[in-house]
């Protein structure tokens, strides 16, 4: 191996503490889905190290249209961190970030530990509330090009989230439009349904994912289900809102 796993995860978390995007890891390197996720474990790990709290995890991949976007072809899953938090109607500085983009989510609010792999029967019993969301993405690597591999190891590109209020568990999410909008204007529209078929199935997954890797989903901890139609990139000067039938709107912007 040229180089180690802490070397290659150092590299990828000082790109984004630099906001200086780097070479895609399978450029130099051959590494595998395993290897992949242990790297993205201790770069998130010196996050922690400097005082960031884990918040939870997001799945990607888990609809067609970001697959089909990203030219990749699996379900993948990333850590969250209170650093990463944006608050509903905050103005945050682009310069935080090197090449933004914005995708419209499903957050869910863990109520209990997650203490094994979810079914539909009991999810519900384990989660607080349903919220609307805007996950921000920025790949560390040039050009946002990346195998799956290079994207694990990123923490799967994840950057930012705005959650919106939460909603009772009840509320339906199954199958609902949902559309992010620059200010103002509907750019990509989709339907929730586009995730997973159903975005309680994100959760489901999450649960089991979170049981095979040993991640503690606690109560307070969110799961972001992964986006329902194409990301797109955010330019300072931009209001950014998701919409979706039921909700209501969530949004931040750029300077
Ligand atoms: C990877 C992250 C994918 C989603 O919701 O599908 C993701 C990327 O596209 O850079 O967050
Ligand atoms: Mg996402």
């Given amino acids: 191996m040229k180089y180690n796993y802490d070397q290659l995860a150092e590299r990828l978390d000082k790109a984004a503490l630099l906001k ?35 918040t939870g995890i997001k799945l990607g991949f888990t609809s067609k249209a970001k697959m089909e976007q990203m030219g990749v072809h699996d379900m993948i899953w990333g850590r969250l961190t209170d650093q990463m938090q944006i608050s509903q109607g905050e103005t945050i500085e682009m310069n935080q970030f090197i090449h933004p983009r914005a ?14 792999e979810l079914t539909m ?40 989230y705005c959650i919106g209020e939460w909603q009772d568990v009840n509320i339906e999410i199954g199958s609902i439009p949902i559309s992010i909008s620059v200010d103002g204007k509907p750019i990509n529209e989709g339907n929730t349904s586009a995730i997973l078929g159903d975005p309680w199935q994100s959760v489901l997954n999450a649960s089991r994912l979170a ?24 330019e300072a000067g931009q209001e950014i809102s998701v919409d ?3 909700f209501d709107q969530v949004l931040f912007k750029l300077s």
């Fill in 20 to 54: 200086e995007s780097v070479e895609q890891l399978s450029n130099y390197q051959t590494i595998n889905i395993e290897e992949a996720y242990a790297i993205q474990s201790i770069s998130i790990g010196r996050r922690l190290l400097r005082e960031e709290n884990f």
């Fill in 211 to 234: 049981i095979q890797y040993g991640i503690e989903l606690q109560a307070g901890h969110i799961i972001l289900a992964g986006a329902a139609t194409a990301a797109l990139y955010v």
């Fill in 103 to 116: 995708e419209p989510e499903i957050a869910f609010k863990i109520s209990r530990v997650i203490d094994q």
């Fill in 244 to 246: 979706a039938e039921g």
């Fill in 121 to 160: 029967d009991n999810v519900k019993d384990y989660i607080y509330g349903v919220a609307l969301a805007i996950e921000v993405i920025d790949s560390r690597y040039k050009d946002f090009k990346f195998s799956l591999e290079d994207v694990i190891a990123d923490n799967c590109s994840s950057a930012g």
